[in-house]
């Protein structure tokens, strides 16, 4: 499985980004997706997974209710729509596949070169 991910930039603190991942070779066996971002000198931080399908999503605490993520009916592509970024959260960000739901970066079988964002305060 193939990971490309776009749409990082270099925004104001209170802005928004979408960030897209899209998917190709084999992605039906690894279904679920996460996003995962990190800064230098540090591991990466689970921020947001959803399931097949779209039915359930978890959420790292100090994004929640302001990013959103949401894939498309294929499955191939996921979205990390942020909205009112601050500084703390800037990173590279990555999107992965693996077949388990969860936060944990081990469980996660693919990952793509990442897309960074940077928030000026």
């Known amino acids: 499985v193939d990971l490309v991910e776009t749409g990082g930039g270099l925004v104001q603190t209170g802005s928004s980004l979408t960030l897209t991942c899209v998917a190709s070779?084999?992605?039906?066996?690894?279904?679920?997706r996460g996003w995962f971002r990190q800064v230098p000198g540090k591991g990466r931080e689970f921020v947001a997974t959803i399931t097949e399908g779209g039915l359930r999503t978890l959420y790292e605490r100090s994004v929640r209710g302001r990013f959103t993520i949401s894939r498309d009916d294929t499955g191939d592509i996921v979205w990390l729509q942020m909205n009112n970024l601050q500084p703390e959260d800037t990173g590279r960000y990555f999107c992965?596949?693996?077949?388990?739901?969860?936060?944990?970066?081990?469980?996660?079988?693919?990952w793509g070169q990442g897309t960074q964002v940077s928030v000026s305060s």
């Open positions: 070779g084999h992605p039906l066996g690894f279904p679920v």
């Open positions: 992965a596949a693996g077949t388990r739901w969860t936060s944990l970066e081990s469980d996660y079988d693919f």
